[in-house]
């Protein structure tokens, strides 16, 4: 009887022990475990399955990775770019190809499962070089929805692939939606916020950004996201608009006064917000919009974060991975790219990450721009983790994984 007691005591302790092992922070800088170099740029957000990771790539793969060892396992080759980032859900991942191909893969093998067609993958003509992310799709009781380059927003059967609505908007749909009490929430870049009723694809209501001088039509380009009965989205038009879930009318906005608001997510009570040219990260009450504190982290965020118990983590599109605490602000440690590594010499006069004077004649164009981002190994993605392991991925080509 004592040895039996014993043993499950024993095995208490193991089951606590290891579950505060899963929940410790990397508040010091982890160390580099492995990195998987792609052909191309990167802008799709990993996701871990067991011990496997997936990513797609700009060089039409999507790539499944051994987490522990970083050896590939299988990858899967599109007709397109692949800036989608996919949902691994039961025995299938999803995904959106710039082919206009939405697929469901097997997660073992990588055989499809089944392929749907939109009506086409574009570009925002507007501008097309700031058009970064293809749209990522969501599952709920048996179905995923995603957006589309077509304008369209999509209901499919996860089994079968078979459609079972459609909904219409005015402009590409190149964002992740969001499922909140029972409504499927898509922002479309005709600056409209819809939100739909998920049985038939009716529409509940829509919410219209203000708009902007440089951009008119208020594109909604940023992922919304969901917390206290209120749906969060990121404008083009420099607003960030806190929207009514079920009446669709605004709470609170606030302006950046130098650019986006479109890294978003929402923990517990609180949304962190990542700013592109303000170059802030901010802590914000869900129903007031009350900053609690914000940081300068000297460049653009443009992916969401990622938690542990008291730290955030999150990119820059200097090439950099941030490690933060989430009660101060503070930042612990920063990681960086082998794109940083390279090329931060080029266009910054030293790290405190002032830019050279003749920034703008070397880079020379929005298109210019975009391309030495993609030199300095630029995240765009949000990071993923599965125990003591953190996952992100780099306009550099590189998948990292970093380990306490």
């Known amino acids: 009887m004592k040895k039996i007691f014993l043993f499950h005591a024993l095995f208490l302790l193991y089951i606590v022990f290891s579950a505060s092992l899963n929940s410790q922070d990397f508040s010091t800088l982890p160390a580099l475990k492995w990195k998987f170099q792609t052909g191309a740029p990167i802008v799709s957000s990993p996701a871990i399955e067991g011990k496997t990771v997936y990513f797609g790539s700009n060089d039409s793969n999507l790539y499944a990775v051994d987490l522990i060892t970083g050896k590939e396992k299988w990858k899967f080759s599109i007709k397109g770019e692949l800036k989608s980032s996919p949902l691994v859900e039961g025995n299938s991942v999803y995904f959106a190809g710039g082919d206009g191909i939405t697929y469901s893969l097997d997660k073992n093998t990588g055989k499809i499962n089944w392929q749907f067609q939109t009506m086409g993958e574009t570009l925002y003509k507007l501008y097309s070089y700031a058009d970064y992310y293809h749209n990522s799709p969501v599952f709920n009781s048996g179905m995923i929805y995603f957006g589309s380059g077509d304008g369209n927003i999509y209901a499919l059967n996860a089994e079968s692939g078979e459609k079972l609505w459609s909904y219409k908007t005015g402009e590409v749909v190149h964002s992740k939606p969001c499922i909140y009490n029972g409504k499927l ?32 039509l208020g594109e909604m380009q940023g992922s919304p996201v969901a917390g206290d009965g ?37 923990k517990d009570t609180i ?14 009450d869900t129903k007031t919009g009350k900053e609690y504190w914000k940081t300068n982290v000297k460049f653009n965020i443009f992916g969401g974060a990622a938690f542990s118990e008291s730290m955030l983590y999150f990119g820059t599109l200097m090439g950099k991975l941030t490690g933060m605490n989430r009660t101060s602000g503070e930042i612990k440690w920063s990681f960086n790219t082998d794109g940083y ?13 002032i830019i050279k004077n003749d920034f703008y004649s070397i880079v020379g164009s929005p298109e210019g721009y975009i391309k030495a981002l993609h030199k300095l190994g630029a995240v765009f993605s949000t990071p993923a983790i599965s125990g003591d392991m953190l996952v992100f991925t780099s306009t550099d080509g590189n998948a990292y994984c970093l380990a306490r």
Request: net charge negative; hydrophobic share 40%; with cysteine.
């Open 185 to 216: 929430y898509a922002g479309s870049f005709d600056g409209n916020l819809y939100a739909i009723d998920m049985k038939d694809g009716s529409l509940m209501w829509k919410f219209k950004s203000v708009g902007h001088r440089f951009f008119p």
């Open 230 to 266: 209120l749906i969060f989205i990121g404008s083009r038009d420099y607003n960030l608009y806190a929207i009514d879930a079920e009446k669709g009318y605004c709470h609170w906005n606030r302006q950046f006064p130098l650019g986006w608001a479109l890294a978003l997510t929402v």
């Open 271 to 284: 949304l962190y917000t990542g700013t592109s040219d303000d170059d802030l990260m901010l802590a914000l």
């Open 341 to 353: 590594e390279k090329y931060h010499s080029e266009y910054f006069k030293d790290e405190n990450n």
